[in-house]
């Protein structure tokens, strides 16, 4: 967490003095309103920088932010991200309770498959295990034999005791994975509607411009992308590179949250060209999340059996490692 003066001095890049003092006022009244509760706010990489340098306990991407829910020991989590992944965070704690400030905040990859479509599967495919990202629901996450995220795909694909797995929902992340592993990939045609944005012309593009830019993307881009970029990794893997080669210069191929909170910790670098914004990211806010502190509302239920299935394929990913 930044201190008000740390904080007006990243925002001052885009809000306007009142704009600022608003954020701080509302950031106070959060501080205030969840003192005695023993409540761990989390925040996804993707939130701006009022949410993850004003209010956050932790940061990080989503395989970071489930190992942390996993060990937890407070009563409450407040979820700062999208709604896959408060409720990741409740089958990690089915006593717990867990709250999103807005429970519309989906995901374009976890809207593009259902429970229904795996049971077809596993009927169709006896014996192929099916490996789930965890930009799922948790009805089909209920459904798979292991998650994986962004951070680890290849790592858990080679691991699970197959030689073909059929990979849910996204298709550049698993294509992107068949890079790195041997072991045969079914797809399905999920896409992330941010990172499918991303196009090779953007990097030519700003390799002219910019002589020296590092191009860094997120593996739900495209693999025509991931191919021609430096370096490809989840958000925190993404927030690592750039703390350790600090490069002069970054295209960094993801959600724009990203890159003013990466600016925050290292000023110096300069990120060139656009970025693409997730609109459900955007429907958290500080004002939502106050509401939702003070309240206690807008809490992730789910059902007790789909919690005990989802929880198994959580934990084999956390049992598999990495
Ligand atoms: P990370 O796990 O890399 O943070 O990715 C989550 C996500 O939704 C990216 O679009
Ligand atoms: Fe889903 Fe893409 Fe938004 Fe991530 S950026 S939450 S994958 S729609």
């Known amino acids: 967490m930044k201190t008000p003066t740390e904080l007006k001095s990243i925002l001052s890049r885009y809000k306007t003095p009142e704009e600022i003092e608003k954020i701080l006022d509302i950031i106070e009244d959060i501080h205030v309103a969840r003192k005695g509760k023993n409540m761990v706010i989390l925040g996804h990489n993707y939130m701006p920088p009022e949410i993850y340098y004003g209010i956050s306990d932790y940061t990080g991407d989503s395989l970071a932010l489930s190992r942390i829910a996993a060990k937890t020991n407070a009563d409450i989590i407040l979820f700062n991200g999208v709604y896959f992944m408060a409720e990741t965070a409740k089958i990690l704690n089915p006593g717990k309770k867990v709250l999103i400030s807005d429970k519309t905040a989906g995901c374009s990859l976890a809207e593009s498959v259902n429970a229904q479509i795996l049971r077809d599967f596993r009927q169709e495919n006896p014996g192929i295990p099916i490996v789930s990202y965890i930009n799922t629901s948790a009805e089909v996450k209920a459904e798979s034999d292991v998650i994986c995220t962004s951070g680890n795909a290849a790592i858990i694909i080679d691991r699970i005791d197959s030689d073909t797995v059929f990979f849910i929902p996204d298709v550049y992340l698993a294509r992107n994975a068949q890079k790195q592993t041997r072991k045969k990939i079914m797809f399905w045609n999920g896409k992330c509607m941010v990172h499918e944005l991303f196009s090779e012309t953007d990097i030519s593009l700003a390799r002219k411009t910019f002589p020296n830019v590092q191009v860094v993307a997120h593996p739900e881009c495209k693999p025509e992308v991931t191919a021609v970029s430096d370096y490809t990794g989840s958000t925190s893997q993404i927030e690592k590179y750039i703390e350790q080669y600090k490069p002069g210069k970054v295209l960094l191929l993801t959600e724009c949250s990203m890159g003013d909170n990466i600016r925050g910790l ?35 239920t789910i059902d007790e059996k789909i919690i005990e299935k989802a929880a198994r394929a959580l934990n084999k990913m956390f049992e598999l490692g990495s």
């Open 266 to 300: 290292h000023p110096e670098v300069e990120f060139v060209s656009s970025c693409q914004i997730c609109p459900y990211m955007h429907r958290i806010t500080l004002e939502g999340i106050l509401k939702s502190i003070k309240e206690e509302i807008y809490e992730v």
